[in-house]
């Protein structure tokens, strides 16, 4: 798939991994539609991006919100072919804490927006792009969705994140296996610690402990980094069903 030719939804697209994947696309002449819970952050991430984006407010784990702004997403971009899934929360807490055992409602929130959401788009996105026309090697469509090293790794404190993420990995090759009948692709990437929003109020101390432990290159990885692995996907037919991890060698240690 050609860049110039992406009709894209992205998921927490008005920041972050998100954002940094728009402005990728629309500089290769993609158009992209922004879902994201952040209306403010949205309307500034369109202006950011120009007449080749728009915004929808959505909470990925709301199924008739999600098929509807998909709807409406297809008639303003012209179509979808992409769905990239960015949108995420942390969770982080121990199963047994100072306070007590972590309560459900919390583990259950992180699984609902990380895996239910990400299947929520998943499947909405598939269910469009089955009716596109056939491009070479039949390829109508391609999803790819974002877990996370902690994945394979979870550290203390992330029971509930390495689950959700878990479960991201663990659905993408039986969702390519399936989605192969009507020419979608399905991928994942999982990134290591990557300089986003979340980073920016953590102390130096605590920053520069991080950079050092990745092999190399010691440092956090960039958002543009992402959006050239996604960039990398998109235009590769052959990757398909697997994951990606981009991370700088790092493998997270207990705590």
Do not use: W
Not at 135 to 140: L, M, Q, V
């Amino acid at each position: 798939m050609q860049l110039s030719d992406v009709r894209a939804v992205i998921t927490g697209g008005a920041s972050g991994l998100g954002f940094a994947v728009a402005q990728h696309l629309v500089r290769h002449g993609a158009h992209v539609a922004l879902f994201d819970v952040n209306a403010t952050r949205g309307d500034e991430a369109v202006a950011a991006l120009g007449k080749h984006a728009c915004f929808f407010a959505s909470d990925v784990t709301h199924e008739e919100t999600i098929k509807s702004n998909m709807a409406e997403a297809a008639e303003k971009i012209g179509g979808i072919n992409v769905a990239i899934n960015c949108a995420g929360i942390l969770g982080a807490g121990r199963v047994l804490g100072k306070d007590g055992p972590m309560p459900l409602s919390q583990f259950e929130t992180t699984v609902r927006v990380n895996l239910i959401g990400s299947f929520n788009v998943a499947k909405a996105a598939a269910e469009r792009m089955q009716h596109n026309i056939a491009g070479e090697d039949g390829e109508r469509g391609v999803i790819i969705n974002t877990a996370s090293i902690a994945a394979f790794e979870g550290q203390i404190g992330q029971a509930a994140y390495s689950a959700s993420k878990g479960g991201v990995v663990g659905m993408t090759l039986p969702m390519a296996r399936e989605f192969a009948r009507i020419g979608v692709r399905v991928m994942t990437i999982a990134p290591g610690v990557f300089h986003t929003p979340m980073v920016d109020g953590m102390p130096q101390a605590v920053y520069d402990s991080l950079c050092a432990q990745v092999p190399y290159p010691s440092r956090l990885g960039k958002p543009e980094e992402f959006a050239d692995t996604v960039a990398f996907i998109l235009q590769n037919r052959y990757l398909n069903g697997g994951v990606i991890r981009v991370d700088g060698a790092i493998r997270l240690q207990p705590k």
